[in-house]
């Protein structure tokens, strides 16, 4: 059974940093895509970032320069760095994982098959 299990979420003032985690366990994902989704109450989830097998990154405009996506294969782990945290940020992170694909595209919900549970990020103002 595949499991991912995010971590680090809490509560922090405007300008401040997080760190979420991702285990992995049940699957090997060293040659998946993996990436970071938020879902605010009342709003869809929506892609975040995103890193494939080889170290490509992908992100969404809104977290460009704040966030950074990084993956540690020999531990089945992936992290988010969130930087220059702000009120919008305010949401539930999702971590996901997919196999990997010719074209890296098609950054939905959906494009996705594993997911974990989520972690509450609260950014104050």
């Known amino acids: 059974q595949v499991q991912l299990v995010e971590s680090g979420g809490g509560l922090v003032q405007a300008g401040g940093s997080l760190r979420l985690s991702c285990a992995v366990s049940?699957?090997?994902?060293?040659?998946?895509?993996m990436a970071w989704f938020r879902q605010a109450p009342g709003k869809e989830r929506e892609f975040v970032a995103a890193i494939n097998w080889s170290g490509n990154t992908y992100y969404h405009e809104y977290v460009k320069g704040r966030f950074t996506i990084s993956r540690y294969n020999s531990i089945n782990t992936v992290y988010l760095q969130m930087n220059g945290l702000k009120p919008e940020d305010t949401a539930v992170y999702f971590c996901?994982?997919?196999?990997?694909?010719?074209?890296?595209?098609?950054?939905?919900?959906?494009?996705?098959?594993?997911w974990g549970q989520g972690t509450q990020v609260t950014v104050s103002s």
């Open positions: 049940g699957r090997t994902v060293s040659r998946d895509t």
């Open positions: 996901a994982a997919r196999p990997p694909r010719r074209e890296e595209s098609s950054w939905t919900a959906p494009n996705f098959a594993y």
